[in-house]
């Protein structure tokens, strides 16, 4: 299983699929970060947009992906925040997170909400505006945080029984923030190899080839294949802005549902700025797009071309899921580069990653 998006696009792109004998198969994890985003989550974002006053700064990413829906002022149903903005709503993308707290100085008649999406790659640039806001002392930005922590999210799906994978590579830019070190109860509990990887093919080729060889060895290891920006112990200094600013808490993950310690949450010398508590927001319940099989692409319960919705009804253009907006997501990387050929219909994108019939070469 490559558990990033950006492995999961990479493979695609270049065509490394085709290049793999018959008995080694890549499976999509739950690595892209709008994907695993709760539709709850979602829904809140939708709703601070439809509040007067309120300016959301978010990815890109984050623009397409359908909710529930929220009225307009002219009673309208929107159900993205894009179309929230065309409807008069502001939404703004950002590129760094420090933008939304310059535009909250800028703009001090205004309430800035940051939708804060994305794994431990992004959470330490959140972590540093809010620690930039505080020492400012602006008083009209607040987050929304959705971020989520890579390993729970591996150990819940293993721990669940209904992922049969026989190897984990293993994200390059998250494994940059957190360090090697932390995969080791993967390789301990489940005795499964894992392998950090870069995303270029070549760096891909080079890790799955040694994975395979764990695999046929028999040989539980953890093995850093991206030495030249991934280290043991992480990037300190972000992991240090990490604990500082959020702790560990209980959240919601699309498909996998509440899984605990996944998340992060504000300390509480920093509530201030959490939006949930300024808005005094509730958590919707979680209602996924009928006939969407998002839940399943990342759970590795099904493959896009299953879905009956995928390529007629869900498209780039006109999504119903979050894995069809994102740059990341398993059925655009499918749609895109991966839709008409023969390697989908014969199935060589499903199955386990090494099959016991055929061993490993």
Partial sequence: MEVCGTHTMSAFRSGLHSLLPQNVRLLSGPGCPVCVTAQSDIDLLMQLAALEGVTICTYG???RVPGRGQPNAKGTLTDSLEKARASGADVRVIYSTLDAVKLAQKSPERQIVLGAVGF?????????AVLAAQAADVRNFSILASHKLVVPAMMALLSAGDVK???FLLPGHVSAIIGVDVYRPIVDQYKLPCVVSGFE???MAAAIARLVELIRDGRADLLNKYAEAVSAAGNTHARALLAKVFEPSDVRWRALGTIPA???KLRREFEFFDAMKRFNLDLPDDVEPPGCLC????????TPHECKLFAKVCTPIHPIGPCM?????????YFKYARMKGAIAAGRLSGSF????GGAK
């Fill in 165 to 167: 994978v026989d190897g």
């Fill in 262 to 264: 996944s998340g992060l």
């Fill in 295 to 302: 839940g399943k692409v990342i759970t590795c319960s099904a």
């Fill in 354 to 357: 090494v099959e016991s019939s």
């Fill in 120 to 128: 431990e790659t992004t959470a330490p640039a959140t972590a540093a």
């Fill in 325 to 333: 907006v994102s740059s990341e997501g398993t059925c655009q990387a």
């Fill in 61 to 63: 990413d984050m623009l």
């Fill in 201 to 203: 093919e070549v760096h």
